[in-house]
């Protein structure tokens, strides 16, 4: 089963930076804030989310709230993961073989007065997705999952 609620967590990009910026450590919002050219009550909403979801904490330390990443939690969406999409097999270029890319067709060879032409080369684009899986160009409607808070 997926871990929904993280992965809601991590649906929209403001949330994904902040996670990144609290890898470097513990950061009260204002700091926060102003890595965004979002309000203040937007980036706490969105800090509200995290922490409902788990991957954040709020302490108090003086008269500031400072926010800490819990990277642990991003645990279960790992496995998840890693549960369907298997690793690439023999080694770190076999990742690019998985990918799309273009082919390269060679052209016949040319003789002028019986001379030999070397082959040339042609770069022929890949499909695109739709054609090579259709299913993949309709899409599904998904369920509802709850935005914990945002209503879009």
Request: with cysteine; charged share 20%.
């Amino acid at each position: 089963m997926p871990p929904i609620a993280i992965l809601v967590a991590l649906a929209d990009p403001t949330r994904c930076r902040l996670i990144e910026l609290l890898l470097v450590g513990p950061r009260p919002v204002h700091v926060l804030a102003a890595a965004f050219k979002i309000s203040r009550p937007a980036i706490s909403r969105h800090l509200r989310v995290l922490k409902q979801s788990g991957l954040i904490s709020e302490n108090k330390f003086g008269r500031e709230n400072r926010y800490s990443l819990h990277p642990a939690k991003l645990a279960p969406v790992q496995r998840w993961l890693t549960g369907i999409v298997p690793p690439p097999k023999g080694g770190p270029d076999a990742a690019a073989a998985v990918a799309p890319v273009a082919e390269t067709v060679a052209k016949p060879q040319a003789k002028r007065a019986g001379a030999r032409v070397p082959d040339a080369t042609v770069v022929v684009p890949a499909p695109p997705v739709d054609a090579v899986h259709p299913e993949m160009s309709k899409p599904k409607k998904p369920a509802a999952i709850s935005q914990m808070g945002f209503d879009f």
